[in-house]
């Protein structure tokens, strides 16, 4: 089998594939009272109200909205990887986890899109799951994904590495030097 060549598309398998051992273990999770909710759960808050997040049209709202979110997360992790090279991805990966989660468990209950967990474990378990989510992100698109799209850190040069911005400082005090040289017009 070929690896995929397109980052938006390998973000997309990478984030779902990703989110499968967080998602079953929240459910598990929230069988067992750990948890006050189910991830599906939380995603169709921001659409439903909280009563009509258990309904059926609540988690098919859920699951579509949990799923762009894993598929997002993917994608930052591919372009992460795109960016820095595949070494340590799961590191990496766990990153991008720790973004979601602090999202999803602060942000959003912050700014009262959903309701803060009264049980502090609930957040802490959230914590966990994405960083097993993160992690895998990392590891999945390193492995999918076709060796072009990034660069071979373990043999580069650190001054050939990738910058992250296309000029150097060099180049700008030239710009400017340059421009003080020139006669007014």
Request: some cysteine; proline content about 4%.
């Amino acid at each position: 089998m070929g690896k995929i060549k397109d980052r938006i598309f390998l973000g997309i398998v990478t984030g779902v594939i990703s989110s499968i051992p967080g998602r079953l273990l929240n459910a598990c999770e929230y069988r067992a009272g750990l948890t006050e909710a189910k991830y599906g759960q939380l995603a169709a808050n921001l659409f439903v109200d909280k009563k009509k997040a258990d309904t059926m049209e609540g988690r098919v709202i859920g699951a579509i909205a949990n799923g762009i979110l894993t598929g997002v997360g993917g994608t930052f992790a591919v372009y992460l990887l795109s960016m820095t090279g595949r070494d340590k991805a799961a590191v990496k990966g766990m990153g991008i986890g720790l973004l979601l989660w602090l999202t999803l468990f602060g942000l959003t209950p912050r700014a009262g899109v959903v309701e803060r967990p009264r049980k502090p474990l609930t957040s802490l378990l959230g914590l966990i799951d994405h960083l097993i989510f993160g992690s895998l992100c990392g590891v999945i698109a390193s492995r999918l994904g076709d060796d072009s799209m990034f660069p071979d850190t373990g043999k580069q040069n650190r001054k050939e590495k990738l910058p992250l911005f296309s000029y150097s400082l060099e180049q700008e005090q030239g710009q400017f030097q340059g421009e003080q040289d020139e006669p007014p017009k």
